[in-house]
């Protein structure tokens, strides 16, 4: 079956620290692969996608890429800012009808 | 205009009471969802519903019922309520297609008393 592995939190870093979240996924077939990010008191949005192997997904100086040998999609940012605070998902969709959702890490970065 | 609309967006009652939470987008998406997320963040589906038809029922008690009256909005109905059901709930949205990505509404916090 489906499923989504990623590291657990709380994460806490300094202002300018490079982050990782790690993210390893089991698929049946070739999945889309997704980075979502909650704020405090507001529903998830969409961070970063990456639809085939080998891909990179980037935004906001976030970035990860979709590697199939290793079945994994790690979350990286090489200086992250307080306003980076929140619940980083990593997610994983087959068929673009269900989606499958690792268990959330919370970050927070302190100035 | 918010793409996913839910209301409302706190929600406290008593346990035994039946209450509703409503969703809408106007995105024009096949696909609605509903979403439970308990107080470790843990994200669990709950049903999904393409153009009015149910095509995800994970294992949640049939206390749970989700309608969909047209493809634009899906509701959720929520008979004697109890104190594990405190929650926040959230409505999500997607056109069909593996690269398509979810649309989220910004929650319904339930707390039963």
């Known amino acids: 079956g489906n499923s989504v592995t990623q590291m657990e939190g709380p994460v806490t870093l300094s202002e300018e620290a490079f982050l990782t979240i790690n993210c390893t996924y089991t698929?049946?077939?070739?999945?889309?692969l997704f980075w979502y990010v909650q704020y405090p008191g507001e529903g998830l949005q969409l961070l970063l996608k990456?639809?085939?192997?080998?891909d990179k997904g980037s935004n906001k100086g976030f970035e990860a890429t979709y590697r199939k040998e290793t079945t994994s999609f790690h979350l990286e940012k090489g200086s992250v800012q307080v306003s980076d605070s929140a619940v980083y998902f990593c997610?994983?969709?087959?068929?673009?009808?269900?989606?499958?959702f690792g268990t959330g890490t919370s970050l927070t970065v302190i100035p | 205009d918010t793409a996913v609309s839910q209301t409302p967006k706190y929600l406290v009652t008593q346990m035994g009471n039946d209450k509703s939470i409503k969703c809408e987008q106007n995105?024009?998406?096949?696909?609605m969802y509903w979403y439970k997320q308990d107080s470790k963040k843990f994200l669990k589906i709950m049903f999904s519903?393409?153009?009015?038809?149910?095509?995800i029922n994970e294992t949640v008690p049939n206390r749970f019922s989700p309608k969909s009256p047209d493809k634009a909005h899906l509701n959720l109905h929520i008979n004697s309520l109890e104190l594990g059901d405190s929650a926040v709930y959230f409505c999500?949205?997607?056109?069909?297609?593996?690269?398509?990505?979810?649309?989220f509404g910004s929650g319904t916090q339930l707390s039963v008393l």
């Open positions: 999500a949205s997607s056109q069909a297609g593996p690269m398509e990505k979810l649309f």
């Open positions: 698929a049946t077939g070739y999945p889309s």
């Open positions: 990456a639809t085939k192997a080998d």
């Open positions: 997610a994983l969709s087959e068929r673009g009808n269900q989606f499958y």
């Open positions: 995105l024009g998406h096949d696909t």
């Open positions: 519903y393409n153009n009015k038809e149910l095509i």
